[in-house]
């Protein structure tokens, strides 16, 4: 079958390998449609990606069609598609035991920690695989994207008078406004990305984007005019850039809350006067929960949800390895590529 692999960074192979065997009890043969291009692959492509080895099949962000059943599957049946959840725990340990699936000590990430979805099948454990009869393929690949923002929005909490602001206006962020919006009118977007900016104006039900314009532009005086002399009492950061995350802390209204999405490989260091001053709680927030991929799906269904601006871009299975390079590392405008199979 066709197979997409990631031989060394920058070198992205078109290869034949063989055709799964028949699913086990507990599984599912699928078969790929649709794969969003993110980050994650970005980086690996570079060379840059944390706890990755190569070679590697790449593809995490996936809608999928269930061809064939094993024994003991019970919540799907052929012909559904499908949304995969990546997030695999081979261990119960006590994260895992608390119910908190999504940062496992021995996580393990579909197409980053083992290999993914960039070929024409393969075999999975029918409990990562969320069906939906409304939803198109392309659709599907987009739920695991919106999941982080999803979960992200999940960890802060936010009530209805919250003032909320995202930072960072790429694909994380963009999901992540959109669910902050649910919760709060009150939510801003930060970006030095006037276009990416003009997206979320567009798209999304924002109350306004704050441009980041040059080394002397004064955040905090931009987010007390916004927000009617008062700051953000949320802060949610897609940057993973540590100046961006050390200045949340300045940001941030006393009492507020941070979450950070985005990670960098190196120390985060902040001011501890200012942060026990204000009385911050700071977060992280890693993947997404199985409920997170199943509300998500119900949001875009009950048409809660808006995916119709997503999909800048769509790219031929076959001509991924040729295409991959100008596209992201050109002067394209990319909110999200998908590769149809």
């Known amino acids: 079958m066709k197979t997409i692999i990631l031989n060394t960074p920058g070198k992205l192979e078109s290869i034949e390998t063989e055709y799964p065997q028949d699913p086990k009890p507990e599984e599912v043969l699928v078969k790929v449609h649709a794969i969003g291009i993110c980050g994650t692959d970005i980086h ?12 590697r099949i790449l593809g995490h962000e996936l809608g999928v069609e269930v061809l064939k ?26 994260a895992v035991r608390r ?15 083992e290999d993914g979805g960039m070929r024409e099948q393969f075999l999975m454990d029918a409990k990562y695989l969320h069906p939906s009869a409304k939803l198109s393929f392309d659709q599907l690949a987009l739920i695991e994207p919106l999941a982080i ?11 209805k008078e919250d003032k909320v602001l995202v930072i960072g206006a790429g694909p994380i962020g963009i999901g992540t406004a959109q669910f902050a919006a649910l919760h709060s009118t009150e939510v801003a977007v930060m970006d030095i990305n006037q276009d990416r900016l003009k997206i979320c ?24 005019k916004l927000f009617e002399g008062d700051l953000p009492t949320v802060i949610l950061d897609a940057t993973g850039n540590p100046d961006s995350m050390k200045k949340t802390l300045e940001m ?11 990670l960098f490989q190196g120390n985060f260091e902040f001011h501890d006067p200012l942060f026990h001053k204000k009385e911050l709680t700071l977060m992280a927030s890693r993947n997404a929960l199985s409920n997170d991929f199943r509300n998500i799906i119900s949001l875009i269904e009950r048409g809660e949800i808006n995916t119709d601006f997503w999909i800048s871009h769509t790219i031929e299975f076959d ?3 040729s295409k ?16 149809r199979l």
């Open 99 to 113: 119910g908190k699936t999504n940062c496992g000590e021995a996580i393990s990430v579909f197409g980053v920690h």
């Open 201 to 224: 104006k567009e798209n999304l039900p924002v109350k306004d984007t704050v441009c980041i314009e040059g080394s002397d532009f004064d955040a905090i005086e931009a987010l007390r």
């Open 149 to 159: 923002g999803f979960h992200a929005v999940q960890r802060a909490k936010i009530q």
């Open 252 to 262: 941030a209204a006393h009492g507020a809350v941070i979450v950070f999405i985005g």
């Open 44 to 55: 690996a492509f570079k060379g840059k990606q944390p706890f990755f080895s190569y070679p």
């Open 69 to 94: 059943l094993g024994e003991n599957v019970q919540n799907l049946k052929v012909g559904d598609r499908c949304s995969l959840e990546p997030y695999f725990n081979r261990s119960q340990d006590q």
């Open 324 to 339: 991959f390079e100008p596209l992201f590392f050109g002067k394209e405008s990319v909110v999200k590529a998908v590769v």
């Open 319 to 321: 001509e991924l390895p």
